[in-house]
């Protein structure tokens, strides 16, 4: 008996197919799968949209038009993940950072930044208070207080706010997950929640806590990643015609829990008791500093314009009772 018990191989599934209940090392990620949801209930009308070379199914539900993975990791394999300062950039790049070099170069992080802050400038006046719900290193929340506004940043990640605190110098930075922040019901003018809401466990539960801590007439400011994109419809078109290598990476197993359109974008801002003031998109080009080069401007524009790019971003308003909304919904 002991000679079979030590036999026995713990360490984690390395080769596809992976299937539920798995615990598989992936991508630099490690944690057991289980079936993912759709974060707004069941409706019944669920299907499979693809499955990938993995054994992952990309589910769409017709209803909410969101698509959702399943299997996913765990709460507590995606909690272990993101403590990682380096899960989705290389933070050795912001060793002996030099701010005024960072904004010459227009680094790919720099022009996401000033984005952002150039979107809620049109909504917000200087002095607002802005919430920054997964700052990572708090490269937005430095630009946005220099542009005038009283910007605060967190992050799950530690070690991400400790670089950004002290190698970076960016002050208003704090670890914590938004429940834990100890902020007070109605604390901020805006709130910008950035590439962070196709990664959250709990979806819904979020966002309600978001909807809490905006003041009435305050201003909600999100990215997703869009799956009505034209870009994401051609890329799903090569993979199952088997003619794109990297099969459905697009889809970001597994760090990417769901992908929005238009449609669900709205329906979750507005179970949260928000109203859609825009919704807009960003591409690929735009986002790194080449919207200028290569096809003409206005094209990238109205393209953008009408929602068809890669990452989808919503402007949503706090009006009347949150919480009386969201439970009417």
């Known amino acids: 008996m002991a000679a079979l018990t030590s036999s026995i191989d713990n360490s984690p599934k390395t080769a596809p197919p992976f299937q539920i209940g798995d615990d598989i090392e992936f991508r630099g990620w490690r944690g057991r799968l289980e079936p993912g949801v759709n974060p707004f209930g069941a409706s019944g009308s669920e299907r499979v949209m693809v499955i990938d070379d993995s054994g992952i199914q990309y589910w769409h539900d017709p209803v909410s038009d969101i698509v959702f993975t399943s299997p996913r990791f765990s709460q507590a394999s995606l909690d272990l993940a993101y403590q990682k300062p380096d899960a989705h950039i290389d933070t050795r790049q912001f060793i002996d950072f030099d701010r005024d070099a960072w904004k010459r170069t227009a680094d790919r992080s720099f022009v996401v930044s000033k984005l952002k802050v150039d979107l809620i400038s049109r909504w917000l006046a200087p002095g607002a208070t802005v919430l920054d719900v997964g700052c990572h290193l708090g490269l937005f929340v430095m630009l946005a207080q220099e542009a005038g506004f009283a910007c605060t940043g967190i992050d799950v990640s530690a070690d991400a706010i400790k670089i950004g605190a002290e190698q970076l110098g960016i002050p208003s930075l704090s670890a914590c997950t938004l429940d834990h922040a100890g902020f007070a019901p109605e604390s901020f003018d805006g709130l910008v929640i950035w590439d962070v809401l196709e990664h959250l466990y709990d979806l819904t539960n979020v ?15 999100a990215q997703v990643p869009n799956h009505r994109g034209v870009t994401a419809r ?29 449609r669900s974008l709205d329906v979750l801002v507005r179970r949260a008791g928000l109203e ?25 524009q109205r393209i953008e314009s009408l929602a068809l790019s890669d990452y989808l971003y919503i402007v949503a308003r706090k009006t009347g009772d949150v919480q009386t909304r969201a439970a009417a919904q």
């Open 276 to 300: 859609t003031v825009r919704i807009r998109s960003y591409s690929h080009r735009s986002k790194s500093g080449a919207a200028r080069r290569g096809i003409p401007a206005w094209i990238n």
């Open 234 to 262: 051609l890329k799903t078109l090569a993979c199952k015609l088997r003619i794109r290598r990297g099969r459905f990476h697009h889809f970001g197993f597994p760090w990417h829990l769901y992908h929005f359109s238009p």
């Open 207 to 221: 966002m309600q806590q978001c909807a809490t801590v905006l003041k009435p007439d305050g201003y909600f400011f």
